[in-house]
């Protein structure tokens, strides 16, 4: 259960409706739920969002004087035993999962027809909102995210799950900079107690994501939520999905015939080996991928090591070759009216989105709120995922200003941020003085001058030489530039065309 205020639908509409109704009456069979209404040992607090089964509520439990993420199933699907048997088996295929990794589901209950599940409040944002912050991230904080993603994945395929719906707004990543898979509800037990709720021909899933197989209908193993994670990280790379469209079937269609623009193109400053353990994992035949989770999770740990080292992670590169051939489809005439089901589902919003809001903070408290890490690294990486950032950047520059590779991150993120505010660009002016003249790289040079020239890109007597000067750096800035950089690049020669004519 992420934390995200921009992602928040209708969450203040029930909380205004506060009553101090007795908690008898409070859990009469039918009533509509609203805030101080009591389901057993929870009290609603205010609903955090909806999707096509169920609403998400926090809600404190009682007992433990603790907040918890309270999922109730729609009133009207009560009457259907599928639905709530799938319900219920979210429950269940999560609540035996304890990793750290993984959002903790408490206790699944029923009060006087009202079906719920209990689990961990997040506090943070899930992956997408993040990156619709920060634009594609690099490549360490990536291989952070990657990293724990996998080790969650393997230990849901070591119980037989697999979850069938991975996907940005299903990963969450709280203050600490911890990810954490959430939203067991499409998840298929293997094995043992099969309740066979989404049977071969029928798609469940978010199109965006969805392995080839998913899409067809086929039975699906721990590889499909391989491709989804794939796809993920493409998207996290990237800053957007690999394959868009008008509609669900269209995207749906890409994922069964089209190769994605390769992920080195977009990102040429990524290493190979980051860039084919992505194609590995987003291969159409799951025989091309990865077998398990655990064989991701240890190629991304060789990469993060040789960041480090600089041992070479070059075989890498060699064993994630595959063809790019498109999915073998045996049975066409079935796959429309699969893509047809695929459309009926996804508009009706079959898997929850939990989309939660975060509590208002203070600004004035926000700096003596920022804890002292024990690294540079670490006071980075809460600053990251923190969502009033400023001040942590700055937290990291005060208190680890020799600190050669995370200080100067510091100073790069801010200037990014400046250079977003029209009323911050003196500040984002001194901070690309600072990467240009005190560090010094080739890497922070061309982004100084990218950000340089996007300043002075609408100042007519300044704008030609701007101009002159990227593309005399034009060999430079395809080697440094992505992501947020890159953005930047293009809106300054934009601007520059616009004040040339």
């Known amino acids: 259960m992420t934390d995200s205020k921009s992602n928040q639908p209708d969450a203040n509409t029930d909380a205004d409706q506060t009553t101090a109704m007795p908690s008898q009456e409070s859990e009469a069979s039918g009533a509509v739920p609203h805030t101080d209404t009591v389901l057993g040992d929870f009290r609603l607090l205010r609903r955090l969002g909806k999707g096509g089964m169920a609403e998400v509520w926090l809600a404190e439990q009682e007992s433990l004087k603790r907040n918890v993420a309270l999922k109730l199933l729609r009133p009207d699907l009560t009457e259907d035993e599928t639905y709530v048997a799938r319900f219920q088996t979210e429950a269940k295929a999560a609540a035996g999962l ?4 993984i959002v903790q589901v408490y206790t699944v209950g029923e009060r006087h027809g009202q079906y719920f599940i209990a689990q961990e409040y997040v506090q943070g944002q899930t992956l997408k909102s993040f990156v619709q912050k920060k634009g594609p991230l690099e490549v360490n904080l990536a291989l952070l995210i990657m990293r724990q993603v996998a080790s969650a994945l393997q230990a849901a395929s070591e119980r037989g799950i697999v979850h069938r719906d991975i996907k940005p707004e299903n990963i969450m990543l709280n203050r600490k900079g911890e990810a954490k898979v959430a939203d067991f509800g499409l998840a298929q037990l ?7 709720l989404t049977q071969e021909g029928v798609t469940m899933g978010t199109p965006l ?11 699906l193993d721990q590889r499909s939520d391989i491709y989804s994670f794939g796809i993920s990280c493409y998207h996290m790379l990237a800053g957007r999905p690999p394959f868009e469209g008008e509609n ?30 992505v194609d590995r994992m987003t291969a159409k035949q799951p025989e091309d991928r990865y077998e398990n989770a655990q064989a991701v999770l240890n190629d991304i740990r060789k990469i993060a090591k040789s960041l480090k080292t600089g041992e070479s992670v070059d075989h890498l590169i060699d064993s ?3 063809s790019a051939t498109s999915f073998p489809v045996k049975r066409p005439a079935l796959v429309l009216p699969l893509l047809c089901v695929l459309v009926a589902m996804f508009s009706a919003g079959m898997g929850v989105v939990m989309r939660q809001s975060i509590p208002e903070r203070d600004p004035e408290a926000l700096e003596a709120s920022i804890p002292d890490k024990s690294s540079a690294r670490a006071q980075y990486l809460f600053a990251m995922f923190e969502v009033s950032s400023e001040d942590a950047f700055k937290s990291v520059i005060q208190r680890y200003g020799t600190d050669k590779v995370w200080t100067p991150r510091a100073h790069e993120q801010l200037a990014l941020m400046y250079l977003r505010d029209s009323s911050r660009h003196d500040d984002a002016r001194k901070q690309l003085n600072i990467l240009r003249v005190e560090y010094g790289t080739d890497e922070l040079k061309t982004k100084a001058l990218v950000g340089n020239a996007y300043l002075d890109a609408a100042n007519k007597d300044l704008a030609p030489s ?3 000067a990227l593309d005399r750096n034009a060999g430079k800035i395809q080697e440094h530039i992505s992501g947020s950089w890159k953005q930047r690049e293009e809106d300054a020669r934009e601007m520059i065309r616009i004040n040339s004519e």
Not at 209 to 219: A, D, F, L, N, T
């Open 248 to 277: 669900a079937v269209s995207v749906a269609v890409k994922h069964l015939h089209e190769a994605p623009e390769p992920l080195g193109k977009i990102r040429p400053d990524l290493p190979a080996a980051v860039c084919s353990v």
């Open 209 to 219: 994501y969805m392995s080839p197989e998913q899409v067809s209908g086929k039975s």
């Open 98 to 101: 304890n990793h750290p990794n």
């Open 320 to 322: 994630s070759k595959r």
């Open 466 to 468: 701007m101009g002159a």
């Open 190 to 196: 293997q094995g043992g107690e099969h309740l066979n």
